[in-house]
């Protein structure tokens, strides 16, 4: 496109009195200079300035360049280039960036707008940002408001991600009282202040003043770089985690440019969270009824068929209840989209910091966690709610909990979930569906309490069904004689109207990909804090671990003990706690005749078996002081992901577990599957892990 109709476009555009002020701010330096206010052409006059520290940059010197947008030229010390010929994503390009920050003058509402309550749940909102990336987010002055949590300027800056493979984030203003006259001076002196703080340039200071409103809220957006992020992108299928797969605007305008700068690009309205009228209503019932404890402390049990926004609804609701709480407890009990663990757990966490991104950005140890070992219950529903149990155990009821279930609601899995239900004993249900009920029927407390459960019966029928010798029958109900007491909890009705919402198989990305990067982001704990290279796994020191140290049981499968240590090497093993002592009898493993459920302290990957030495060798993040009271390895249905495998740089020869010279008649043995069946319309993420 010729640079004079980019101009000509733009000139188009009406001018905008409010909106976002933005400042280039290089961190090293303290230079800074303002850029725009979104909308305001006029503004776009004004210089930015960028010192490049890199090497080598893209253009080939050595020094510094800037940029000039109005002239729509890139003018370096000994050449001059086309700017258009950057203009569409110049960070891909090389572009040095890497050492600006940029400075968002977020405008509340014009006076007599609607009320705070109107908008307070993410309804249409015209100040606000929704984006895609990855940064560091501070609220210098006012307040804004990020997946329903309140950020205001005396909390520290929090890390803020917003990969493609999940909904956008919106960050948006959160209107303020209109001050008198005498408070106004106070607030312009905090606001000067806390940019200053911040190492904010004087020239830019003055600028954003001159813009200054009590109602807004000044946000410092930094470029944000950690551990787990630096080893999720050095994977090739994974590097383009935090750009949008499809580009929505083909301009690139000079905010775009700074958005670009600390790592985010903005994207339309539509593409961020969309509450519904239905989530809304339940979102303020609950928090009301949470903050309120007239009737003891709640327990909220979200329920509802796939892909119909759960997960997204949890992080909503203690976000919005950390607003008002110190902390929330979480109990997981879908054990194949886990929230704060890898997969395959069941899991009670307390939360104390907002939740603004991903499972695999939050990987965290629980207070109480089980190693279920599958994605799935099917095959063992009666251990699965042996471990629910055990794991609602260690709630003491001091502070709400929310409870997250699975997305199986049809056949057996509905009265699983009635089961489950009868054994929590929640205060609220969250029934998560669309309008026409066809996945299931709506959980009343009358129709739980007449409608049989997998193993529990309905009112005024006999005993529950024998269960053996598991545990599983200890949880009867209450009146000793069995029969399922009728359930008081209060149902609220929450319809998704995202696209295609509760529709299998329409999910932005597939759930095994969802899982392999959140055992990605607990594996990312092992990369230093120190920004640098991503170190590979096989080049970090595994821990040795004697044979009669530790004892081994598969979980989903039989496994001949003469084959249990092929089945252990090159494994994603759970490391648990169990209350009786080990005991070896012979040079070779203990090996465990029953699955316990117990206490898992953490993950490791069996990096090798030593049957010389009689010694396991185990990567893990698990601290020290934790890995003392291991003394029992899980192996599950859980994979490594492919990509670690197949991935591994700097080995010369045969790749370490990955061969194509294999007997596959021995069993359990089996190749690599390519991965096809993610790729979802406008929605498909673009990754590979063979």
Known sequence: ??????????????????????????????????????????????????????????????????????????????????????????????????????????MGPPVG??????????????????????????????????????????????????????????????????????????LRAAARAAMRAHSVRRQARVRVMARFSPECAVVLLEHLDTPVTRYLLSHLQLSRLFEPQKKEEPSFTPEDAVLASVGIVKRSPDRGLLVSESMFLALEE?????????????????????????????????????????????????????????????????????????PFTHQQMPRKMVYYGQTSCEQDTERYLDVVKYV????????????????????????????????????????????DWKAMAPLTPEYVHLTHGLYTKGKQQAKCKQMGMSGAENWKSS????????????????????????????????????????????????????IGAVLPLHSLVPYQVPFSAVAVRVIHTDVAPTNIMYAVNASWVGLCRIPDEIRCQTDGPVLLTQTPVCDCLGFGIVRGVEMEKKLYHILTPVPPENLRLVNCLLLGNIAIPNCVLVGQQGVEGEIPYVTSDYNYSILGSGKLKKKKHFKRREYAFECDYT
């Open 1 to 106: 496109m010729d640079p004079t109709q980019v101009q000509a476009k733009a000139a188009k555009r009406p001018a905008a009195s409010k909106g976002f002020v933005i400042v280039a701010h290089d961190s090293e330096t303290g230079d800074s200079c303002h850029l725009c206010q979104a909308g305001d052409i006029s503004l776009c006059q004004l210089l930015v300035t960028a010192w490049c520290r890199s090497p080598e940059c893209h253009l080939g010197h050595k020094g510094n360049h800037w940029v000039e947008f109005p002239s729509r030229r890139m003018r370096c010390r000994k050449r001059q280039l086309d700017w258009m010929s950057l203009v569409p994503w110049p960070w891909e390009k090389g572009l040095c960036w890497h050492h600006l920050r940029c400075l968002f003058d977020c």
């Open 113 to 186: 707008s609607a009320p705070w309550k109107a908008q307070s749940m993410g309804f249409a909102y015209p100040r606000a940002l929704t984006f895609t990336g990855k940064c560091r987010l501070r609220c210098l002055y006012g307040a804004v408001r990020l997946l329903g949590f309140a950020v205001a300027s005396h909390q520290p800056g929090l890390p803020v991600f917003s990969p493609a493979t999940h909904c956008a984030l919106t960050l948006e203003a959160l209107p303020a009282d209109r001050p008198t006259a005498a408070d106004l001076r106070q």
């Open 286 to 358: 609950l928090i009301q009824a949470c903050c309120a404890e007239d009737e003891g402390v709640p327990v909220v049990l979200v329920c509802g068929p796939k892909n119909t926004g759960k997960s997204t609804f949890n992080r909503y609701l203690i976000n919005l209840l950390l607003n008002r709480l110190p902390s929330v407890e979480y109990m997981e009990c879908d054990i194949g989209q886990t929230e704060f663990t890898p997969p395959g757990c069941v899991s009670l966490s307390n939360i104390t910091e907002p939740i603004l991104g991903p």
């Open 392 to 435: 609602f155990s260690s709630y003491k009821k001091e502070v709400p909990l929310v409870i997250n279930t699975m997305g199986w609601v049809k056949g057996e899995g509905l009265l699983l979930l009635i089961d489950t239900i009868r054994l929590l004993s929640p205060s609220h249900v969250v029934q998560m569906d669309v309008y």
């Open 479 to 530: 009146e000793g004689e069995g029969d399922a007491s009728a359930p008081e909890y209060k149902l609220l009705y929450v319809h998704p109207e995202f696209p295609r919402a509760g529709v299998a198989g329409e999910a932005r990305v597939h759930s095994s990909i969802l899982r392999d990067m959140s055992i990605l982001g607990y594996l990312g704990q092992l990369q230093s804090p120190d």
